[in-house]
């Protein structure tokens, strides 16, 4: 299967600091990206779609300036929490597609804890 | 009504024994689907996708799908205890929109 790596996999910062989180595909390119959020015991939700070159789409509910999406290349997104508070804190998973049938494949997520 | 369907469990299988796990979706338009393997705490795993009507086979893992009746389904054969996760189910219809289930729990015991 493809590789997508993310990092870092674990991460601490004050409230009110920005964290940057990156996703790459390691073996295929991907003209489209995803970012999840999940909750303890919860199912994934999704916050936006990236596209390369583009901006991103964002699902209803989700700041576009407090979660910051940028595409830069095939093979790699950044998500940055802006001005992070403690209810941000969760588990971020990025996904990169692949453009056969379409099929996602997930990064190791990101556990974010603001204090 | 939901776009994707599953039965949340949890599903408990004795060691041995074939799980059985199902999915139902409401788009007709779906072209592709997917059976996602969820640890505790991990991010999801892609085990089976599929876009044809049929079976297609992967090892222990068989995927259903049946686009007439808009299902799909994940039977594994020979259920170890590493099987034991949350199962997602995902559709998509042009790649660009993904629906997921909420996850089936499987328990699979020694």
């Known amino acids: 299967g493809a590789v997508v790596s993310q990092h870092p996999s674990r991460v601490i910062c004050k409230s009110g600091t920005s964290v940057k989180i990156e996703c790459r595909s390691l073996?295929?390119?991907?003209?489209?990206m995803f970012w999840y959020r999940q909750f303890p015991k919860q199912s994934l939700m999704l916050m936006a779609t990236s596209n390369e070159g583009s901006k991103a789409t964002y699902e209803q509910g989700v700041e576009k300036d407090k979660f910051l999406i940028n595409h830069a290349s095939l093979t790699l997104s950044t998500l940055t929490v802006t001005s992070a508070h403690p209810e941000d804190s969760s588990f971020y998973i990025c996904?990169?597609?692949?453009?056969?049938?379409?099929?996602?494949?997930f990064g190791p997520g990101t556990r974010l804890t603001v204090t | 009504q939901k776009e994707v369907e599953q039965n949340s469990g949890p599903l408990s299988v004795p060691e041995g024994a074939i799980a059985s796990l199902n999915c139902t979706y409401s788009?007709?338009?779906?072209?592709?689907f997917f059976w996602y393997r969820q640890y505790s705490g991990k991010s999801p795993e892609l085990i089976m996708f599929i876009y044809s009507n049929g079976d297609k086979e992967d090892g222990r893992f068989t995927a259903q799908l049946n686009k007439a009746s808009q299902y799909v389904s994940l039977l594994i054969r020979d259920s170890q205890p590493s099987d034991s996760a949350t199962y997602l189910c995902a559709v998509t219809n042009t790649g660009n929109q993904f629906y997921f289930g909420t996850g089936t729990s499987l328990t699979v015991i020694p």
């Open positions: 996904s990169a597609r692949r453009d056969t049938y379409y099929e996602q494949y």
């Open positions: 073996d295929f390119q991907a003209t489209t």
């Open positions: 788009d007709r338009g779906s072209q592709s």
